[in-house]
């Protein structure tokens, strides 16, 4: 089985559809045999699917995620667990303990936000907690 990841300097990173980099976990007999930092090459939104099918990820760890890229992944038949903040690795390994803290009703729409000069950075505004009051 293959897990992958949205990543940023070993943290789980916060939006889908803007992440430049994957790491991709290798799966056998339950435990992490291999892992591997993935660029997506500028790949974005529409592709990160097919980019992960590319790839045999069975299964996305996330952060904030639209629901086009949720539609898309379904399509491929991956699994989403979106909403998950913090250390990749520990995610990872919460997700095979069975013990992952996630939001299966988890949605990003960064389009309906105002952000200044055309910018934003989704841990500012809480993405991946979008309808979570904190």
Known sequence: MKIAVTFEEGQV???FGHTSQFK???????KI?????VDTNGQG???????????????LIC????AGAQEALAENEIQLFGGVTGDADEAVKAYLDNQLDYNPDITCSHHDHEHQD??????????GN???TN
Do not use: K, P
């Open 63 to 66: 952060g904030g995620i639209g």
């Open 45 to 59: 939104h529409g592709t990160l699917a097919g980019f992960l099918t590319d790839h045999q990820v069975e299964v």
């Open 24 to 30: 991709i976990y290798d799966v056998e007999e339950g």
């Open 33 to 37: 045999s291999a892992s591997n930092v």
């Open 13 to 15: 990173f916060q939006h």
């Open 118 to 127: 055309g910018d934003h950075t989704c841990g500012s505004h809480g993405c």
């Open 130 to 132: 979008h309808g979570q």
